[in-house]
């Protein structure tokens, strides 16, 4: 496993903060101004990347209103739709891409895109897009990863829906192709999903099996699932993101605000920064605190030849005696010496 990738100066890998992006998706609601602001807005959060989605209805979909292309599924955010109408309604320009790579590049974040055919790669490169994301329903396209892995930028794939035997298939394409910088995302292709589909567990499974650095796509409400994807080795996390739910827009449902996406930068990096490595024994910091440990201490007047009993010895704190582990031991022992209440037990007492 490659550790780190560098992105446009940006390190991604388990010894750097997680990578944050914010997906605007057909959030931009049909509106340049609003898209500038999305990147506008984004950037102030703190997110790594700002990405985008390159494609057109025609390149997605037939122009047709029945059967498998209109969405009647009553669970769905969409329904009532047909694919195409869909398309048309959440694409983003193609004439807006550089406007909002160049605002990317204003507020110091990445700017990427999500290309879904060989025409939009071909686009995206005349616009030297540093990354590229293949999303989940195209992670079974083996022509378009291999298209996007001979560019020699690195990749990310998101892996909703696909099996062991699928994504397998995904990164030999991915490498046979040429990339040597790939990162796949845990997904859940539901919108919004359900925390208990997440199965994060197989974060630090599918890392081992592919040696590739993974992931998370998430299209939970929160910030919770997203998190505990850091705390499993998650090294970037995208979440779609919006200026505000109530504006409206085909992703706003499941989309986060400025405010929530703040909160996830800086509850991921401090979850990151939390994992560390294996450690036992105080931390330097902790050195100081070892003193309010217990320890023993006389309790009452002893003379020379009086023996330790517990009306006169105790484990109390702070910690300047012997251990409180050798109470048993101490007791019955004689002092060497007049001691007096308060004192710490140490083995200079004992003779």
Known sequence: MKDPIVVAGRRIGLSQPPFIIAEMSGNHNGSLSRALKIVDAA?????????????????????MKHGEFFIRNPKSLWKGSSLYDL????????????????????????GFSTPFD????????????????????ENTDLPLIRKVAKTGKPMIVSTGMATV??????????????????????????????PADSHLSTIPHMRRLFDVQVGLSDHTLGVGVAVAGISLGATVIEKHF????????????????PAEMRVLVEEGRKAREALGFVRYGPTEKEK????????????????????????????????????????????????NRRVKPGTPVSWELIG
């Open 87 to 110: 398309y048309r309604r959440a694409h983003t320009p193609w004439k807006w891409h550089k406007a909002i790579f160049d605002r990317c590049r204003r507020n110091g974040i990445i």
């Open 242 to 257: 919006t200026l505000d739910r109530s504006d409206g827009g085909v992703d706003s449902a499941f989309s986060m605000e």
């Open 288 to 335: 100081d605190s070892l003193i309010f440990r217990r320890s023993l201490y006389v309790t009452k007047e002893m003379k020379i030849g009086d023996r330790f009993a517990p009306q006169n010895l105790r484990a109390v704190r702070p910690g300047k005696g012997l251990s409180a582990k050798y109470y048993d031991l101490i007791l019955g022992k004689k002092v």
């Open 43 to 63: 950037a102030r959060a703190g997110v790594d990347a700002l990405k985008i989605q390159t494609y057109t209805a025609d390149t997605m979909t037939l122009n």
């Open 165 to 194: 035997a699928e994504i397998d298939e995904l990164v030999r394409a991915a490498r046979d192709g040429g990339c040597k910088n790939l990162i796949l995302l845990k997904c859940t292709s539901s919108y919004p999903a359900n």
């Open 118 to 137: 060989s025409t939009a790669v071909d686009y995206l490169e005349k616009l030297n897009v540093p990354l590229y994301k293949v999303a989940s329903f």
